[in-house]
């Protein structure tokens, strides 16, 4: 085994227990993690690292490439190991202790936190854990199923501690592709001309005396935890197909339409789901994390290649392709995330994204993150770079929530994380509304009538003509914006109707 | 004259008068024109088409490259010739018609418009009205003060009016550069590695019949309207240099720090002027428009070369530069917007970007547009493009406005223009708050304290220690979050001891 796994034959010596190897970290230190999107995760070492906290004052700043599976968010925090964290997580347990100010959470921009570690703007990364199918004949370490920014935070680490995990196939050699940007004032153009082109290297450099331990494990990633289709989501996949259907009929796409891009979550997925039967050909993905429906795309000859940072499928869908990667391997590149979500590339290729609300306002403005403003999901992620920065950006959600007593659609959206500026399509189950080249005033009025049910509907109408009524490029009656929030956090609901039976009673 | 300023002698026979090329324009037609931040804006002909619009039905669509002098944008209003507006404006009288609801501002990121008329996914310009300080041999426009979108305008439009303004000197041939991105999926990396890099034309090349009329004309640019710095401006600068300061000798940057930008407005401009009496030398600008400051640096051996997309000027100082342009020349960049604002070029440079906010929250949340949420300013501008992709991002404001009966710094702003994830630095006359790598908590603590004056700050206090008991990443009273800005509107005054004693009388 040693000698496919670690090739350069010094660094055998390293090998040690996760126990032994969690002895690197000492308190106050902050951590560099592989893993995005539950995908290629430090798996044992971290959980090493909970045990010490349990029995000796241990607190470390973590941060990864996104979030991470196999409960290691939970059992660091449960541990009270955990003093910050960036750039995103999605563990409910971590999630309480950010909303309790416990925990201090910075929500970024994925692109954007190795930019700021190489800069030192923030603080430096003591120990990296990356995890690894190999170690090279120069010690260069090759990633699993996710790059995130695993490469930089090896280079910029003193030390290096690496999890070589048995159970994933060394047939992933030569699907990453290494690149990091020079510092400036040297630094050049990102040469991506295409989703598919290769521009770095399929492992990550480092001086191999860098690496301080090696682990060796046999956990697997954590399954992704979307949920299938239903009809609601295929409700939305329906009108974004004519949605683009229309654009190339007006000759403004082709039948390959742009690089696609799709956030995490069941309604991304069950999106690009939704191009399986849809007359569109020869598409390409250029995106952040790759679902099972890239290789339902895959399979249905619909797509030719899909670029990402990682590979997040379900337990059915994990065990078709990663028993079959030779079979998708030559369609497949996963890059750093500051590469697959940089915004010079988004730009140039003139992607598509696709992405969801959390809530979305009658203005176009989208909350991803904060229920009722004010309570941390998960994080923005890549939303941002690449809603900024696309050719056409579409946030998708279903028009209610909790059964009607949530409308996905408010007049004032109580935390944004994208401004309507990077927002040119609403979709909900109900309708789409294309808001390109429109005034505030005629954004609302396409949203509330294509992207809104009622009760909902006639009550954003009537804000509306209240809001008008005062003027303004954007009308709001701002004592009444968050109306709606407050009345479901004291009555359960948003809706007058059953809020103000509620009060009656 | 003419064999000077119209070098292709068959064009000489398409001079007219403004009258005569007002006619070209029709009834809902999109017309883009040349100006951006008051330089270099076409001045007659719009006047043309306003006097027609007073006798007969002509409303047009209005592009530019941001706002117009001249009273271009307040006569058209005033004439009922403007419908629809983007994507940037300044003018009292056209902002009173957004507000009332009678034209339509689609308020955008600077880079993109040119991107959304390219791709078809707004509507087509029929005529170009540009500015030039003359016509090639060839038939190419060569810009004056500006260049804004005007390439891609008179590219892009079927027809093209050319103003020649023998008020602006010939010396500025050769100031321009002309680049324009290929079209998808052709498009290559912008080939800028610094800020002195010359990668187009000097002049618009288009097709010579296009250009269906010249008119000539003896208009100056309308002077810039900034104030002069104040001592609160001086303070604000100063916060910024010490905190400079701290970051060289903290080996974060240079002497010569990183390519700056810096906003339109007095605030920005006073920054600037800041660093003429700075420890730091060969400093470069990237911005977007070049005002006083730029050339007052120059003159102070502090600036090594400015890029931007306009030059705006006081009265003298424009004299001054002019006047000596070939002093200037060969340290000087005039950019498509499009260039200018590109994020590709600005996250590779590595910008340090000083925006101006309107107000701010304790989060960090930026509005930089919308009076009390809903009355517009006069846009985002190029802010989105700059702060998003920044190396630092910097917000400045004096605390207070309208002799301290409004705070900028507030609760929750009422309009977001940036989010939180895209602020690095708010300071204001009372001092900097650095929010790189804190969570909303902590950043939330570091503007209250460093960055507002009271009663306002205990007010803030106060306002975050009860939302905090209703805990939260991002802790608000919803119900609270804009009662400083209802009271405001009631009584006046943001604060609540005047606001308490106008309800007792």
Redesign the interface.
């Known amino acids: 085994m040693q000698e496919q796994r670690i090739r350069l034959p010094e660094l055998r010596k390293r090998v040690c227990s996760a126990e032994h190897a969690a002895l690197w970290i000492e308190d106050g230190m902050t951590i560099g993690m592989s893993g995005f999107t539950r995908a290629g995760d430090a798996k044992v070492v971290p959980l090493a690292i909970a045990e010490r906290a349990k029995t000796e004052h241990l607190k470390i700043s973590l941060m990864t490439g996104a979030s991470l599976g196999n409960d290691v968010d939970k059992t660091l925090t449960e541990a009270g190991a955990m003093s910050?964290r960036?750039p995103f997580q999605s563990d409910p347990t971590l999630r309480a202790a950010?909303?309790?100010?416990e925990v201090?959470?910075?929500?970024?921009?994925l692109s954007e936190t190795v930019?700021?570690l190489r800069?030192?703007?923030?603080?430096a990364i003591d120990v990296a854990i990356i995890e690894a199918i190999a170690i090279t004949e120069t010690g260069a370490i090759i990633p699993t199923t996710s790059v995130g920014n695993s490469a930089s935070f090896a280079i910029l680490a003193d030390q290096v501690i690496v999890e070589i995990n048995l159970t994933q196939s060394l047939e992933l050699e030569g699907l990453h592709d290494i690149f990091i940007p020079k510092h400036?004032?040297r630094?050049?153009?990102?040469?991506i001309?295409?989703v598919s082109d290769r521009i770095g290297s399929t492992a990550i450099s480092i001086p191999p005396e860098k690496i301080v331990a090696i682990v060796i494990t046999q956990k697997s990633d954590s399954a992704s935890t979307i949920l299938p289709p239903d009809h609601d989501t295929a409700k939305i996949a329906s009108h974004l197909v004519n949605f683009f259907k229309d654009e190339v009929r007006d000759?403004?796409l082709t039948n390959s339409l742009?690089p696609l891009q799709a956030g995490i979550g069941t309604i991304a997925n069950a999106v690009m789901s939704g191009f399986i039967d849809s007359p569109f050909e020869h598409l390409t993905m250029y995106s952040e994390v790759l679902q099972d429906s890239t290789f339902d795309l895959f399979d249905a000859g619909k797509l030719d290649f899909a670029s990402g940072s990682s590979i997040t499928l379900s337990s059915q869908k994990s065990r078709e392709v990663f028993n079959n990667i030779g079979k998708y391997k030559d369609r497949l590149i996963l890059r750093p995330q500051e590469i697959s979500n940089?915004?010079?590339v988004i730009?140039?290729?003139?992607l598509i994204t696709i992405n969801t609300a959390l809530e979305a306002d009658i203005y176009g403005?989208i909350n991803s993150t904060?229920v009722?403003?004010?309570?941390?999901m998960n994080g923005?992620g890549g939303s941002?770079d690449f809603a900024?920065?696309a050719?056409?950006s579409v946030f998708a959600t279903k028009s209610i929530a909790k059964d009607g007593k949530i409308s996905s659609i408010v007049p004032m959206v109580?935390?944004?994380?994208?401004?309507e500026?990077d927002v040119?399509i609403i979709v909900t189950e109900i309708g789409l509304a294309d808001l390109?080249?429109?005034?505030p005033?005629?954004r609302a009025q396409k949203i509330i009538q294509h992207c809104v049910a009622e009760p909902y509907k006639q009550m954003l109408f009537d804000y509306l003509a209240e809001?008008?009524l005062?003027?303004?490029?954007?009308?709001?009656v701002?004592?009444k914006?968050?109306a709606w929030?407050?009345r479901y956090?004291e009555t359960g609901t948003m809706s007058e109707v059953a809020g103000t039976l509620k009060a009656v009673a």
Chains 1, 2 share one sequence.
């Open positions: 910050r960036m950010i909303n309790r100010g201090m959470y910075v929500d970024q921009h930019e700021q800069t030192r703007q923030i603080n400036r004032p630094r050049e153009p990102v040469p001309m295409s000759g403004r742009m940089h915004p010079e730009r140039r290729l003139g403005n904060h009722l403003g004010t309570h941390m923005i941002g900024r920065n050719y056409l109580t935390h944004v994380d994208h401004t500026h040119d390109r080249g429109l005034a005033r005629e809001a008008e005062r003027g303004g490029h954007t009308p709001h701002l004592e914006a968050y929030h407050t956090r």
